[in-house]
């Protein structure tokens, strides 16, 4: 399997623990809070910082004010005029490449599916689930409140729509950034598993097809 699977995902949909289990049944990495303490081995900057980073996008716009607007996009700009959040994100984003230039891997999250755009044999997945299931999960494994599970569902949600937003200036979420979208309470944690080792196995036939 020679693929990179880049996995984006609703909270509480189980996309996490989805590219764990993919990464060992297919014997390759995988890289979620490992690539936070990497990033921030070879950058300089705290794991609390890239953990902050993510977790500040709240309001799009806002959030856009309080980066730059897109500042690190323009060329004309040195990489100290940029904003921390900006320095972080392309920390972040230059582990993601050197990651994938060292072979088949799984990660989750972080923009990584625009960050490798322009990789070849990445393949890009999105998990959802209905909010009941997301819910259960969230007051199970990560013992939000049962009252307070569906707010805080949205509101991570909401962040992690306008962090991928803002520095892939795209919508998270859209069909057309993604190979395939699972709705994981309609085949389970391992049924989804199974689902997208398929789909590899599927592509690399279609693809060995055409040589």
């Known amino acids: 399997m020679n693929n990179i699977i880049t996995i984006s995902r609703q909270y509480g949909s189980g996309g996490r623990e989805i590219g764990e289990k993919l990464a060992k049944r297919l014997g390759i990495p995988f890289y979620d809070k490992e690539l936070i303490k990497r990033a921030a081995n070879e950058s300089g900057f ?19 004010i309080a980066m730059g607007m897109n500042a690190y996009g323009n ?7 940029l904003s921390l959040d900006d320095q972080i994100y392309l920390a972040q984003a230059s582990i993601i490449r ?6 088949p891997c799984v990660i989750v999250g972080r ?4 960050i490798l755009r322009d990789v070849k044999n990445v393949v890009n997945i999105f998990v959802w689930a209905d909010m009941e299931f997301r819910k259960t999960r969230a007051v199970k494994l990560d013992h939000l409140p049962e009252n307070k599970a569906e707010e805080e569902i949205n509101k991570i949600d909401k962040r992690r729509a ?10 998270w979420g ?11 309470d309609f085949v389970g944690i391992d049924g989804a598993v199974e689902c997208i080792k ?6 690399e036939r279609e693809n ?3 040589l």
């Open 46 to 64: 705290s794991e609390e910082a890239f953990d902050s980073a993510e977790r500040k996008a709240t309001n799009s716009f806002l959030y856009s």
């Open 98 to 103: 050197k990651l994938a230039m060292e072979g």
């Open 208 to 210: 060995l097809s055409k």
């Open 162 to 171: 306008n962090y991928y937003n803002y520095h892939a200036n795209d919508k």
């Open 174 to 184: 859209k069909a057309a950034n993604y190979h395939l979208s699972i709705k994981s």
């Open 111 to 114: 923009c990584a599916d625009y």
């Open 198 to 203: 398929g789909y590899l196995e599927s592509g």
């Open 75 to 81: 060329q004309e700009l040195g990489f100290t005029s």
